[in-house]
């Protein structure tokens, strides 16, 4: 699997977060990376079968949080529809910052299948656990399109009995 890991990242939380995630993964046989959500790494999203972005929590701490940096996002190149998982970094309360970042990912025509926050003082173990639910999914999608598969082989097997008749 190729998965492109985009940060949007003030503090370098974010940034350390997603360089987890790439470790994890690839320590699972996948090949990823990451970049900015100010430059993003073109060629790695058009191979990617699974794309992340991840940003920070921006607010009045209890109130009005919000994606951070979500001027960039909503500049993010168009997402092409693949399967994308998201997440934030926060300090105390998150808020909804994460169907936040959903919309607007979603407007960037990612295909948002889920997403988690990741309190800052954990952030190794979050994005430890972030990076296992996704590979976790993506097997899971990947068996349920195999599956589909065949179906679609079973159909045609079966279309040609009757022709056989
Ligand atoms: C301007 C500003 C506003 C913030 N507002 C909130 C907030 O409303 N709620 C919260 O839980 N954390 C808030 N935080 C904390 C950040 O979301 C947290 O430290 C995050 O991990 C920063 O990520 P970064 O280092 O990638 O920029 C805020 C931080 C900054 C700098």
Not at 3 to 18: F, P, Y
Not at 34 to 52: I, K, W
């Amino acid at each position: 699997m190729r998965a492109l890991v985009i940060h949007e990242s003030l503090t370098g939380n974010t940034r350390t977060a997603a360089r987890t995630i790439v470790s994890e993964m690839a320590a699972e046989g996948w090949e990823a990376s990451e970049c900015s959500s100010r430059q993003v790494d073109l060629r790695a999203l058009q191979q990617a079968d699974v794309v992340v972005v991840g940003t920070w929590v921006d607010g009045l701490i209890l109130f009005g949080q919000r994606p951070g940096g979500a001027g960039k996002l909503a500049k993010l190149p168009l997402l092409g529809n693949k399967p994308t998982y998201v997440f934030v970094t926060y300090a105390v309360d998150p808020g909804k910052t994460l169907d936040k970042l959903t919309a607007e990912i979603t407007e960037r025509c990612g295909d948002v299948r889920g997403g988690m926050v990741i309190k800052r003082h954990k952030l190794h173990d979050g994005a430890v656990e972030f990076a296992r639910r996704v590979i976790d999914a993506s097997a899971g999608d990947i068996e349920a399109s195999a599956a589909e598969h065949t179906a679609v082989v079973d159909l045609a097997a079966g279309d040609s009995a009757v022709v056989d008749a």
